[in-house]
């Protein structure tokens, strides 16, 4: 029932009456289990090859490719193929001319959206971007260190900057290295549009080539689900590689410009619209919390204006509990244009509202920042909101809590008070919120009720008429602020 809003499992639900599922059960226990077993075993047919071919390489400097490596190489891509072919993929139709390294150090790759995403780069032995722990899963860490990935490690906090060096280093060393193969949407997507590409790609300021991808049969869409796609007899795959796209010395000092028009390149191709949400839309509209975020919220433009003007803090709980002791002590005062600046420490913009009660952005930037802990984002709401004498707000109070905190200008709470104040004492606590939401996880979907209105209607909290962007020009450079 939660889900049921996901358009993935729309999707899903729509091909129940579209496909023949008797024919897909039979697959599952017959031709399936079968391909699982050949992927697998050619997986480690190619293990010795890739580990032979990788012993005494160096991981900083590129040698000249011997004529035995160059034969590990042939034998290693006709593995692969092999392994797809097995797996449904008979005809892998190859559009465009790929690019030499010297003319295009770095391939762009859209839309992302599946496993089998894969298949260029096993084609092309291209060099991806990939988490360090990969490099140690057995047999696959071995296959993903051959064709020389740069690795991004999530325990070293600079690890993002060091990608991008290295990226710059590989583009900028004359065409030596492997190409590298880079999905900028940054996660999967439904293929129905392509998202904000990340800037990784275009940082460096070289010629890209972008390649687009394309799954002709309707099955393999539902691309989370590999069980699917396998139980299929035959599966389609196209890659087209597209011109080479030679960066102007305006995109060259503007990445995030560089990005926008490749990504208008690739989706011409592909007959698809853009879209300027982000990966980090996606996690937020995605989040596993207790409060899902209905499709009409208004949070991710907000998150989109916070990005632009540079307020996501890197130290979070901390600013959030900064912001929340300040906010409290305004009591509700709404700040003026000015002062609001002041609050966050930019400059006065026209991106920011006149009037606003600061204690509804905080319950905002804290469900952008940390959109699976719902219960941190309530207990920092209370705390701004709450009576000093009894630690409690009233059933308005909690309104405008929810409906900020859902990105929703109309929202009735009143069966969910109901529920929380059993002794009808017009006022409920945290403690009391907390226990409710305990035992009855799911009571954003029995106890609320989002009412759809229009663009027209009067609003009802102060972050969504407040914080959505008019008509600003995704190209413009963004104010620049990071809170430490």
């Excluded at 920092?380 to 990105?407: C, H, R, W």
């Excluded at 403690?431 to 035992?439: L, P, Q, S, T």
Aim: net charge neutral.
């Amino acid at each position: 029932k939660r889900d049921e809003g996901n358009p993935f499992v729309q999707k899903l639900l729509w091909s129940c009456g579209h496909f023949n599922w008797r024919n897909i059960g039979l697959m599952t226990v017959t031709l399936f289990p079968i391909r699982l077993l050949i992927a697998a075993f050619m997986m480690l047919l190619a293990w010795p090859f890739a580990f032979l071919a990788s012993v005494g390489r160096s991981e900083t400097t590129v040698e000249p490719q011997c004529l035995w490596r160059r034969l590990v190489d042939i034998i290693l891509r006709v593995i692969m193929r092999i392994m797809w072919f097995a797996g449904g993929f008979h005809w892998i139709t190859v559009k465009g001319q790929r690019a030499l390294p010297t003319e295009a150090p770095i391939i762009t790759l859209a839309p992302h959206s599946s496993y089998f995403d894969a298949i260029p780069v096993t084609m092309t032995m291209s060099s991806i971007v990939m988490k360090a722990e990969s490099k140690d899963i057995p047999v696959w860490g071995t296959l993903i260190k051959y064709i020389r990935p740069v690795f991004v490690s999530r325990s070293d906090q600079n690890s993002r900057k060091k990608t991008v060096e290295e990226i710059r280093r590989r583009a900028h060393y004359g065409g030596d290295w492997p190409q590298v193969m880079i999905f900028p949407e940054g996660t999967c997507t439904n293929r129905s549009c392509l998202i904000t590409f990340k800037p990784g790609a275009f940082i460096p300021g070289v010629p890209v080539q972008p390649v687009v991808i394309r799954y002709p049969n309707k099955l393999v869409r539902f691309f989370k689900i590999l069980w699917l796609t396998l139980c299929q007899l035959h599966n389609e795959f196209v890659i087209e590689f597209l011109p080479i796209y030679t960066p102007s010395e305006e995109e060259k000092r503007n990445p995030a410009l560089f990005a926008v028009n490749v990504r208008r390149v690739m989706a011409k191709a592909l007959g698809v619209p853009i879209t300027d949400y982000s990966f980090e839309d996606c996690q937020l509209a995605m989040a596993e919390g207790q409060l899902r975020l209905p499709v009409d919220t208004c949070l991710l433009e907000f998150a989109k204006l916070v990005r632009r003007l540079g307020l996501k803090p890197q130290n979070t709980e901390k600013v959030l509990q900064e912001y929340g002791n300040r906010a409290r002590k305004l009591e509700g005062q709404k700040l003026a244009l000015e002062d609001f600046a002041h609050f966050l420490d930019v400059p006065v913009s026209d991106m920011l509202h006149n009037s606003m009660d600061i204690r509804e952005y905080v319950i905002a930037l804290s469900v952008v920042c940390r959109p699976a802990k719902t219960l941190e984002t309530m207990k920092l709401a209370f705390k701004m909101f709450e009576a000093e004498e009894d630690s409690a707000i009233t059933e308005s109070e909690l309104a405008v809590v929810l409906k900020t905190a859902l990105g929703v200008t109309h929202l009735n709470v009143s069966r969910l008070f109901s529920a929380i104040d059993v002794d009808d004492t017009g006022k409920i606590t945290f403690d009391k919120f907390r226990g409710f939401v305990e035992e009855n996880p799911d009571f954003a979907d029995d106890y609320l009720h989002t009412e759809s209105v229009g663009p027209q209607s009067g609003p009802s909290n102060g972050i969504c008429p407040d914080f959505s962007p008019k008509d600003h020009d995704s190209s413009v450079d963004p104010l620049i602020k990071k809170h430490n």
